[in-house]
């Protein structure tokens, strides 16, 4: 039985010109779920945590910070500032003129 890692298989995925046309397009929904995960963990909440500060249930959480690369579901922006102010921040949303990204 062959075993595949997470590395390898994607790999093979982002060799594929489409795939990864698509993933690169989804990398700003990335980032921004990895710096929501980021910032939870830094301030020591748990998902439960914030679930009881926010009056909604811990797999809405979870959903809210796994949902990137789904575009089935993007969070509204007032959901991004609420996750913000429950762990202490605010939300900034920028425009960045492609030239220079």
């Known amino acids: 039985m062959i075993r595949y890692t997470h590395d390898k298989v ?3 995925m982002l060799a594929d010109l489409m795939v990864r046309k698509e ?4 990398n700003d929904e990335f980032e ?14 748990t998902q439960e945590d914030l679930a009881k500060t926010l009056h909604t249930t811990t ?3 979870s959903r809210l910070e796994n949902s990137g690369g789904k575009k089935h579901h ?4 007032a959901t991004l500032r ?8 605010h939300l900034k949303i920028q425009f960045i003129h492609e030239s220079a990204a």
């Open 82 to 89: 609420k996750y913000a102010k429950a762990l202490g921040y």
């Open 74 to 77: 993007s969070p509204s922006v």
């Open 23 to 26: 993933y690169e397009d989804l």
């Open 59 to 61: 797999s809405a959480i």
């Open 32 to 45: 921004l779920f990895r710096e929501m995960l980021r910032i939870r963990l830094m301030t020591g909440k």
């Open 10 to 12: 994607k790999a093979k």
